[in-house]
């Protein structure tokens, strides 16, 4: 049995809504990355939560895909989905994450679509950040072969 793996990330925010702050992960991939209330509700440069997430899943799901389907005996050639982390305003103020929605595409070698299917289904069983966002968030998946 594996052991387990901690993954760190880290937010500093500086100041009140007008603020700003700075996005790291351990790693250093993200390394002080600028976030402010005009990145996540405007179009200013920079990251935002949802973008982070949406990018979190998308990297999970490619992932789960390929080691099940070379768990199978398939070779896929490349997996790309595009997640779209969807944030919705409350009545009452304040916003929640509604929905997810996933779209893949992939190359997979000598398969027919029903068992490319079949394999994107388990797929999304056993991705973690699909198995934690899942309780309480609607996700949507369209998997399609590419030619």
């Known amino acids: 049995m594996m052991a387990e793996i901690k993954r760190k990330g880290q937010a500093i925010w500086s100041g009140d809504k007008r603020g700003s702050g700075t996005v790291s992960t351990e790693s250093e991939v993200l390394d002080s990355t600028r976030y ?9 440069p920079g990251t935002n939560p949802e973008e982070l997430i949406a990018a979190a899943h998308a990297g999970c799901f490619s992932m789960a895909l390929a080691a099940t389907a070379s768990d199978k005996g ?14 919705v ?20 070698l000598d398969i ?9 289904e388990e797929a999304d069983q056993g991705c973690p950040v699909s198995n934690l966002l899942r309780p309480g ?5 369209k998997a399609s072969l590419a030619e």
């Open 36 to 44: 402010t209330f005009k990145t996540r509700f405007g179009d200013q």
């Open 74 to 87: 398939y070779t896929p050639r490349y997996i790309k989905t595009v997640a779209t982390c969807t944030l």
């Open 89 to 108: 305003p409350l009545d009452g103020g304040g916003y929640k994450i509604a929905k997810m929605d996933l779209d893949v595409s992939a190359k997979v």
């Open 112 to 120: 027919d679509e029903e068992t490319f299917q079949e394999l994107v």
């Open 137 to 141: 968030l609607e996700i949507t998946l």
